[in-house]
């Protein structure tokens, strides 16, 4: 893999690590809203960003994961 793109594959990395942090506090923070207002039929709309959030940072840990191995590779060759 060139160089130039495993730099673009960590940044893709980071990227989505980030954004999958952020929906994560973002659901937990709207499931618990809505769980103070005792509206229970929305708390659904707060699990499922948190569940999306989630996927964002696996899938951004192993974009970084897989841009570290890359790399190792390409600095012993």
């Given at each position: 893999?060139?160089?130039?793109?495993?730099?673009?594959?960590?940044?893709?990395?980071?990227?989505?690590?980030i954004?999958?942090?952020?929906?994560?506090?973002?659901?937990?923070?709207?499931?618990?809203?809505?769980?103070?207002e005792k509206?229970?039929?929305?708390?659904?709309?707060?699990?499922?960003?948190?569940a999306?959030?989630?996927?964002?940072?696996?899938?951004?840990?192993?974009?970084?994961?897989i841009?570290?191995?890359?790399?190792?590779?390409?600095?012993?060759?």
């Amino acid at each position: 893999m060139k160089f130039k793109n495993i730099r673009k594959l960590e940044r893709l990395g980071i990227f989505t690590y980030i954004g999958g942090l952020i929906c994560t506090l973002l659901g937990i923070l709207v499931a618990a809203i809505h769980l103070l207002e005792k509206d229970f039929k929305h708390i659904q709309v707060g699990i499922f960003i948190l569940a999306i959030g989630y996927a964002f940072v696996k899938t951004g840990r192993q974009l970084s994961e897989i841009a570290a191995e890359e790399k190792k590779i390409q600095l012993q060759n």
